[in-house]
């Protein structure tokens, strides 16, 4: 009897990769849901721990720029300005380390099967949203505390949480390629994601930047994020300026177009480096 063998390969052109992604899709859930059971089950705090780093982040800010500093929060209380800032950065921080460490950390999974490996560094994100979702829950907490109503620019939330997630992709896939051939970038990430919270306009509004470094500093591209979700919930008026928001997206795009294909190029040679 004459036996059928399968090869399984890549898909060579960019249309059959691409098909290879989608048909992977139950893959993608399977990873998605394996991150979240280990992140949340049979841990103390895990599940305490999504709201208390924001949580604390947003005291320590609060003392330091809206008490001593006396920094201005126009109408909106100073714990709501900076946790409001705080779901976007944690969400992209969080995400850029998670995904960063995504295909080392799948070595076994990369070293013996055939998928399109783009797959894990967006399947890490989505922890990375399970507490972005816990810490927007206690926003609204939070709002009803300081009894701050959502103004109807809430409709462009889905946006500038569209773009926190297409930045944090980007960014994560040029990491996630580069951690595998080059190791100390585990240590690099870290660094980026904390020296990224000072100099973003999490502790204080971006009404405080001279007019004459706006453009500059716009050049960082969670500015544009940041001041978006600040105006889409709490509508602050003071701190946005359209002129970020199209500034971040052609670099987001560019970041995450990039990503992708540096990303697809070096995944052939993964399982080679790992």
């Given at each position: 009897?004459?036996?059928?063998?399968?090869?399984?390969?890549?898909?060579?052109?960019?249309?059959?990769?691409?098909?290879?992604?989608?048909?992977?899709?139950?893959?993608?859930?399977?990873?998605?849901?394996?991150?979240?059971?280990?992140?949340?089950?049979?841990t103390?705090?895990?599940?305490?721990?999504?709201?208390?780093?924001?949580?604390?982040?947003?005291?320590?800010?609060?003392?330091?720029?809206?008490?001593?500093?006396?920094?201005?929060?126009?109408?909106?209380?100073y714990?709501?300005?900076?946790?409001?800032?705080?779901?976007?950065?944690?969400?992209?921080?969080?995400?850029?380390?998670?995904?960063?460490?995504?295909?080392?950390?799948?070595?076994?999974?990369?070293?013996?099967?055939?998928?399109?490996?783009?797959?894990?560094?967006?399947?890490?994100?989505?922890?990375?949203?399970?507490?972005?979702?816990?810490?927007?829950?206690?926003?609204?907490?939070?709002?009803?505390?300081?009894?701050?109503?959502?103004?109807?620019?809430?409709?462009?939330?889905?946006?500038?949480?569209?773009?926190?997630?297409?930045?944090?992709?980007?960014?994560?896939?040029w990491?996630?390629?580069?951690?595998?051939?080059?190791?100390d970038?585990?240590y690099?990430?870290?660094f980026?994601?904390?020296?990224?919270?000072?100099?973003?306009?999490?502790?204080?509004?971006?009404?405080?930047?001279?007019?004459?470094?706006?453009?500059?500093?716009?050049?960082?591209?969670?500015?544009?994020?940041?001041?978006?979700?600040?105006?889409?919930?709490?509508?602050?008026?003071?701190?946005?300026?359209?002129?970020?928001?199209?500034?971040?997206?052609?670099?987001?795009?560019?970041?995450?177009?990039?990503?992708?294909?540096?990303?697809?190029?070096?995944?052939?040679?993964?399982?080679?480096?790992?």
């Open positions: 009897m004459a036996t059928t063998r399968i090869v399984i390969e890549a898909g060579k052109t960019e249309k059959q990769y691409w098909q290879d992604v989608l048909h992977y899709r139950e893959l993608f859930y399977v990873l998605a849901w394996r991150d979240i059971q280990v992140r949340y089950k049979q103390v705090i895990g599940f305490t721990w999504s709201l208390l780093r924001p949580l604390l982040t947003m005291i320590v800010f609060t003392i330091v720029f809206g008490k001593f500093a006396k920094l201005p929060s126009g109408n909106v209380p714990p709501i300005l900076v946790f409001v800032a705080l779901l976007p950065w944690q969400f992209f921080s969080n995400a850029l380390m998670e995904s960063s460490a995504s295909v080392v950390s799948n070595a076994n999974l990369v070293s013996k099967i055939y998928f399109p490996r783009l797959i894990i560094p967006a399947s890490a994100i989505v922890v990375s949203f399970v507490d972005f979702a816990i810490s927007f829950v206690f926003l609204l907490l939070l709002m009803v505390w300081y009894n701050v109503v959502p103004h109807w620019q809430i409709v462009f939330l889905p946006l500038f949480i569209f773009l926190t997630f297409c930045a944090a992709m980007g960014a994560g896939l990491f996630a390629a580069l951690n595998v051939k080059y190791r970038i585990k690099v990430v870290p980026i994601a904390q020296f990224g919270l000072y100099v973003s306009p999490v502790g204080f509004s971006s009404a405080i930047v001279p007019e004459k470094w706006r453009l500059l500093y716009s050049i960082n591209p969670m500015v544009g994020i940041i001041e978006g979700f600040r105006w889409s919930i709490v509508g602050d008026q003071a701190s946005f300026v359209i002129s970020s928001v199209l500034i971040s997206i052609p670099i987001i795009a560019f970041l995450l177009i990039t990503g992708i294909r540096y990303f697809r190029s070096t995944e052939l040679n993964f399982a080679d480096e790992i």
